[in-house]
């Protein structure tokens, strides 16, 4: 049974940082793409950023470029976003994916296993 398990959400001011860390059990991810996608209330699920298998290709969403940074441990099977320059409209569930590719992608589609998701709320 593959778990997706997301840790590290919570309430931070604008401006302050948080970092989220998923860790992957039943199959390794290694050769697999994983990204991190949020959803606020009343909206639907939308990208955030994503990481090849290596970790040497990232994408991100325009609204979270400069800001937020995508990274992985394949050692550990684990993948983080570090999120610094907080604003309030980046209040929302954050969650993880993983992929059975080893090519990113930006959709929800691209990406079978989720994670249950973790709260962040940034307060103005």
């Known amino acids: 049974q593959v778990q997706l398990v997301e840790v590290g959400g919570g309430l931070v001011q604008a401006g302050g940082s948080l970092r989220l860390s998923c860790a992957a059990s039943?199959?390794?991810?290694?050769?697999?793409?994983m990204a991190w996608f949020r959803q606020a209330p009343g909206k639907e699920r939308e990208f955030v950023a994503t990481i090849s298998w290596t970790g040497k290709t990232t994408y991100y969403a325009d609204s979270v470029k400069g800001r937020f940074t995508i990274s992985r441990d394949n050692a550990k099977n684990t993948v983080y976003l570090q999120m610094n320059s907080l604003k309030p409209e980046d209040t929302a569930v954050y969650y993880c994916?993983?992929?059975?590719?080893?090519?990113?992608?930006?959709?929800?589609?691209?990406?079978?296993?989720w994670g249950q998701g973790t709260q962040v709320t940034v307060s103005s």
């Open positions: 994916a993983g992929s059975v590719v080893a090519v990113p992608a930006v959709s929800v589609q691209g990406y079978r296993y």
């Open positions: 039943g199959r390794t991810f290694s050769s697999s793409a």
